[in-house]
């Protein structure tokens, strides 16, 4: 895992106590010492296609600082240990609403045929690509009518799909990098009692291969993997590296629920879970 090298302990908690007061100053220094872990995170996204990296990384900063309001710099629980599920969700959440299929009527689909063929234009007689100024002047078009344009020609992409990192890791597909919206709850229940519970600890009641997942997954003590990657480490399929973190999760909301009088939801396959039309 990625993080900040610079910073001793005493400095990372009191950086977020004095952020999360409200200190302008604090809360840059924050974001500086963590773009490097932020970046690294991004990487396990795809680029291109509708999600740009600098738009990743906009969400990451978003999702530390939501961490910082969230963390109790009085337990003994590493900052980015905590704060790397936020800055996950946070990415996660982006790329699925910007590879969201954008329906457009006939005359938004004719706006957008003017507003390519505009942008085209541009690009040949002057080399460069157009500034939204440019391209309102050029199409007639009002500005929030072209950025929904915009927004619609970035390309839906199938969750199946091949990210597009450039490397080796971008073989993951779209489906694997994304969250199971019940065990990503369950885990967020999880971190938010860190109050209380260490969660390097609290993982060490889990299975091994369930410790591998969970640990892995979510970047706890070890750098972040898809489940496919995990999967591969494992000598299992992606699908059941899911399932063995969903068996995981339940574990964990278990011993919690042991322990603390919590509403923790359990993930889905979990027992307690029904949905779908197949649901007793």
Same mark, same amino acid.
């Given at each position: ?17 004095? $952020? ?16 490097? &872990? ?35 710099? $009085? ?55 157009? $500034? ?19 927004l619609a020609a970035r390309t839906p992409r199938s969750l199946d799909q091949p990210g597009l990192t ?6 993951? &597909? ?62 299992? $399929? ?18 919690? &629920? ?10 889905? !396959?979990?027992? !307690?879970?029904?949905? !779908?039309?197949?649901?007793?």
């Open positions: 895992m990625t993080v900040p090298v610079h910073l001793t302990s005493r400095q990372e908690r009191d950086l977020v106590v004095a $952020t999360e007061a409200g200190d302008a100053e604090a809360c840059r220094r924050l974001v500086d010492a963590f773009l490097p &872990a932020i970046s690294a995170q991004a990487r396990h996204f795809p680029i291109g296609d509708g999600v740009l990296r600098e738009e990743l990384l906009q969400e990451g900063v978003v999702g530390l600082l939501s961490a910082a309001r969230r963390y109790d710099a $009085t337990r003994n629980v590493p900052f980015w240990a905590y704060a790397s599920f936020w800055v996950r969700k946070a990415m996660q959440r982006l790329v699925a609403e910007l590879t969201r299929p954008v329906a457009l009527s006939d005359r938004a689909a004719r706006d957008l045929a003017a507003l390519v063929t505009a942008r085209s234009e541009h690009l040949q007689a002057r080399g460069a690509e157009p $500034t939204s100024d440019e391209l309102v002047r050029a199409t007639g078009l009002s500005r929030p009518h072209l950025e929904h344009l915009e450039g490397d080796a890791e971008g073989a993951a &597909a779209l489906r694997d990098q994304l969250p199971d919206g019940a065990a990503e709850l369950a885990f967020e229940t999880v971190l938010d009692a860190l109050e209380r519970h260490d969660v390097l600890e609290l993982t060490e009641r889990l299975g091994d291969r369930e410790r591998v997942v969970v640990r892995a997954h979510y970047g706890i003590g070890v750098p972040q993997q898809t489940l496919r990657q995990i999967g591969d480490r494992l000598g299992v $399929t992606a699908e059941r590296a899911r399932q063995i973190e969903v068996s995981a999760l339940g574990h964990l909301r278990n011993v919690l &629920a042991d322990t603390r009088d919590l509403d923790v939801p359990a993930p889905r !396959g979990a027992p !307690g879970y029904a949905s !779908g039309p197949y649901a007793s």
